[in-house]
């Protein structure tokens, strides 16, 4: 099954996340789009996403939508190390608590990014575009 994770590329906490999951075992093919991107409106033309996400969006390769709260335990039960806790957060007695976490988390990331020191993917691109001129050498 194919999970497409659309992220805030301009977030470090999101970009650090999503290479901490491409590390990650899974039993799911899972594909990271820049929300936003020209990959994600080509992937997903009827689906409008803003390149800054309010929340984290999955979309299932059948074309089902998950979002904020579900979307994160859609992504931790795509790693098959974390597919118990997945479980536990998806039942009636936890949800709330997750909706509350990872809420905070969506809601925080920018924040928690420059705490943290997490450089997006957006801000390397930059700062790789800025230092190397196009076509010059790199040694």
Known sequence: MRLYVLYDAGCGLCSHVVQWMTQQPSSYDLRFVAAGSEEARRLFPQFHSPARPEELVVISGEGAVYRGDAAFIVCLYALN??????VR???PGFRPLARRVFGMLSTNRVRLSELLGLHSDDALARTINREIPHGEALW
């Open 89 to 91: 957060l998806a039942q």
């Open 81 to 86: 190390s974390y597919r118990a806790v997945a």
